[in-house]
């Protein structure tokens, strides 16, 4: 029997000098964890506990496209203040009875091999997912790019509106609730670029489906061929 995978995710604060002065980092991990739990506690392997200046928590490995529902949520809900997000599929050693996650596995090197990565880029950006396939994580994380480009650049008023959206309202019904008019919220939701937003959304849900196989797609077989022949050549 294959080994089973898992989906670790890592939340670290992008910025900690956005915190509000009444609120201490600990109370704000706090939040954003009970938040997260609350949320998706059907889908957890590892409830999100916070552990020194990071959220950690396992998702099942066929849960691994909640990913996305879950930094829309983080994002919107604990706005102003900004998270990096990672997130690696592989094995865990650890056992998940207990109080404490311990990093152990693949799936955790990966976690904190995207951290650093994130780390080195100068804050540039705010996600980055390690999965079995090589080709998989160079096309995802092309996508996340566009993904967070597009997050990053929601204005107060436009995550109003998608807050709402995001529950299913209707413009009518949006407007309603902010107080504005029909017109005004289909222009806060073309200036946020909304639909662009979902169809890369609904892309990368559709390759993070496949991170629940654990296996290489013949671009990563014909890759690391070319690998093994520069090697003998040389």
Known sequence: MPPTLYAAVKLTIKNKRSLPKERSLEEVLDSASSLVNSYFQPFLAAKFMVEGSEIKGILNVQET??????????????????????????????????EKIEEEGPAWT???????????????????????????????????????????????????AIKLARHGRTQVEMAELLGVTQAAVSQRLKHARWDRYQQICETI??????????MLLPWDLKNAQQGKLSQIRK
């Open 205 to 214: 849900y559709e390759l993070l489906m496949q991170a629940r196989w654990k």
């Open 65 to 98: 496209p909640r990913i996305l529902q879950l930094i829309e949520l983080v994002d919107l809900e604990m706005d102003p203040i900004r998270f990096y997000y990672a997130l690696g599929v592989g094995n865990i050693k650890s056992r998940l009875d207990g």
């Open 110 to 160: 990966g976690v904190n091999r995207a951290l650093k990565e994130m780390v080195s880029s100068g804050g540039g950006r705010d996600i980055i997912v390690k999965l079995p396939s090589p080709f998989l994580t160079r096309t995802v994380n092309t996508l996340f790019s566009i993904e967070s480009d597009l997050r990053n650049n929601w204005s107060i008023a436009h995550r109003d």
